[in-house]
């Protein structure tokens, strides 16, 4: 938040302040068609006030106006927090009352509407533990585990703490199974599609006028993975999500982009590989390769860390079963094929 107090009188004792909300989101802030801000004006019915954007004017005697902009200012900070101001919070800070703490054990930040984001499951915990230690971590597993939300969650964390300067978000840029031919647009209307599960995190956790600031002063990057060679990504929080669909010169790329006070996450599926089959997966070959590398964490998720619809989870066991009864119906008809001679 930045605060601004422009003095004049108007009359014989009256005085104007400006104050400046840019640090948290008008809707967020205001409230549903203003709600919060009819309360704080109920409140404060001695001076006059008005808000238009991330701009607050306020009129009235000094001390009045002064206390206004404190109660303010705690305002912001919870909304920052939080993502959201309840009229009780509200309240609670013009009486002088510490507003509720909503501390809850490991939650990373709070998303839209205050809505705690933690690790779920053990290992979702793990990964939250597993990046603190290393600058470079690999989250592993089937879908629906939560890898990618919660790497994207620790990125959000880190940037609003002011660890670092910028999240940099990656996917390559490969069809599942599918060929999509000709995408019409511009490069952003071509390469946007692929990379649209992470945006939907993003907006999960953060509001949309300051989403849309930090992409256009560039504090979030959101690009394919061919667009990552030739830069030294300093001072941010790097998440390559599908990884599994990295060749092996991609992600070595890749990995080399790290630069001084950064962090990575590398995540994948090495179930869910899309690469043409006589292309090998680059994450298959760098798990392999620095398996012994001091700094780097790794996480293994399974199907009981799934937490979408109960459904993804018997869906990934019965895809389990098959391919596990397909794979010994194969070694059973090689058995036969070719039979050993002694």
Excluded: W
């Excluded at 809505?115 to 290393?134: M, Y």
């Excluded at 992409?215 to 990552?228: G, R």
């Excluded at 018997?314 to 050993?340: F, G, L, M, Q, S």
Aim: with cysteine; proline share 5%; hydrophobic share 40%.
């Amino acid at each position: 938040m930045k605060e601004k107090a422009c003095f004049g009188l108007v009359g014989n004792y009256m005085i104007e302040r400006i104050i400046i909300i840019d640090s948290v989101d008008p809707v967020c802030f205001y409230g549903v068609n203003n709600a919060n801000m009819q309360l704080i004006k109920n409140l404060y019915p001695k001076i006059r006030i008005s808000a238009r954007g991330a701009v607050i004017r306020v009129i009235g005697e000094e001390k009045e106006t002064l206390d206004f902009e404190e109660k303010i200012k705690e305002m912001c900070s919870y909304a920052e927090e939080y993502n959201n101001l309840p009229e009780e919070v509200i309240i609670d800070i013009v009486k002088g009352e510490a507003p509720k703490e909503l501390k809850r054990d490991n939650v990373i930040i709070y998303g839209m509407n205050g809505k705690p984001i933690s690790g779920r499951t053990p290992n979702q915990q793990l990964l939250v533990e597993t990046f603190a230690k290393n600058d470079l971590t690999f989250a592993l597993g089937p879908a629906g585990t939560g890898k990618t939300y919660i790497a994207i969650a620790l990125a959000v964390r880190a940037l609003k703490n002011r660890e670092v300067r910028k999240i940099i978000l990656s996917r390559p840029a490969v069809e599942a199974g599918e060929k999509l031919g000709f995408l019409p647009g511009d490069m952003k209307d071509k390469i946007d599609p692929y990379l649209q599960p992470l945006y939907d995190a993003l907006e999960d956790m953060i509001p949309a006028v300051k989403l849309k600031e930090y992409m256009e002063s560039k504090v979030i990057q959101i690009a394919p993975l061919a667009f990552m060679r030739g830069r030294t990504l300093n001072d941010a929080i790097i998440v390559l999500d599908e990884a599994q669909n990295t060749t092996t010169h991609q992600i070595k790329m890749f990995l080399t982009r790290l630069g001084m006070n950064a962090k990575m996450i590398v995540t994948g599926d090495v179930t869910q590989i899309d690469l043409p089959k006589s292309t090998r997966s680059g994450l298959i070959q760098a798990l392999t390769v620095l398996k012994d590398v001091p700094g780097i964490g790794k996480v293994e998720f399974g199907k009981k860390d799934i937490v979408r619809h109960h459904l993804v989870q018997r869906i990934v066991e019965a895809y389990e079963k098959h391919d596990a009864a397909e794979k010994a119906d194969k070694n059973i008809n090689e058995d036969i094929t070719n039979p050993d001679i002694n």
